[in-house]
């Protein structure tokens, strides 16, 4: 699904962080059966297609020397994260309660569209100009 998104990743995810922060807050705010599904089918779909193209963002980022360097960074620090997310999680949970363990899910999304947002324009770009 994630081909089918237009080749101007940035634009169109300017809106999709922001969207899956608050679907994702829904979908810990709502009790309803039904909507638990909906919105995880929604965090789902909108998660698959943000990944798959924020790895062809990512790489344009970086100059052809460093390219593969500057993304294997990127990749194991998104790794790395992962191996802290439970203890976050957990932490957030047993202090702070199950809503806002939501309530940070969706600030995270939020910083990482404003990180989409504030980042380089590529599309439509040679590597010559980014860089």
Do not use: H
Not at 112 to 129: D, M, N, Q, Y
């Amino acid at each position: 699904m994630g081909r089918l998104v237009p080749g101007d990743f940035q634009s169109y995810y300017r809106n999709g962080d922001f969207v899956i922060a608050i679907v994702v807050f829904l979908f810990g705010a709502t009790l309803n059966p039904v909507l638990i599904v909906e919105f995880g089918f929604l965090i789902n779909f909108i998660e698959r297609t943000f990944s798959s193209n924020l790895y062809c963002y990512t790489s344009e980022l970086y100059g052809t020397e460093v390219r593969s360097f500057g993304q294997g960074i990127t990749y194991g620090i998104g790794r790395f994260s992962n191996v802290l997310r439970p203890f976050i999680i957990s932490f957030v949970y047993t202090g702070f309660g199950y809503l806002n363990v939501f309530i940070l899910i969706s600030l995270v999304w939020i910083v990482s569209g404003l990180a989409i947002f504030l980042g380089p324009r590529t599309s439509k770009r040679s590597l010559e100009e980014i860089n």
